[in-house]
């Protein structure tokens, strides 16, 4: 079993800055990638950006220039660092990673998401 353990959310002005942190325990064996995803209410979840082993990186447009994504491999832990932030950037935000896991005497993929972190920023 996967777990992600997401912290860094809050209540910011535009303008301001917020880091997000996610760190993910369990049976892994490897990490393919792991990422930011958002969700505004009444709105799809959408990519905000996403980092892969090999540390390619992708943002969504919206976001780039103001967010850096980046990520520890030895603490299986990735950031998310906002800037800059705008009222529209306000979602829930929530973490996922997949890679391979070792349970019950089996290596398998895995997808898992976090339970989610608000960011509110007020204009």
């Known amino acids: 079993q996967v777990q992600l353990v997401e912290s860094g959310g809050g209540l910011v002005q535009a303008g301001g800055s917020l880091r997000l942190s996610c760190a993910a325990s369990?049976?892994?064996?490897?990490?393919?990638?792991m990422g930011w995803y958002r969700q505004a209410p009444g709105e799809q979840r959408e990519l905000v950006a996403r980092?892969?082993?090999?540390?390619?990186?992708n943002y969504a447009d919206s976001v780039k220039g103001r967010f850096t994504i980046s990520r520890d491999n030895a603490k299986i832990t990735v950031y998310l660092q906002m800037n800059s932030l705008k009222p529209e950037d306000t979602a829930v935000y929530y973490c996922?990673?997949?890679?391979?896991?070792?349970?019950?005497?089996?290596?398998?993929?895995?997808?898992?998401w976090g339970q989610g972190t608000q960011v509110t920023v007020s204009s």
């Open positions: 369990g049976s892994i064996v490897s990490i393919n990638a």
């Open positions: 980092i892969t082993s090999g540390g390619n990186t």
């Open positions: 996922h990673a997949e890679g391979i896991d070792y349970s019950g005497s089996i290596y398998k993929g895995f997808a898992f």
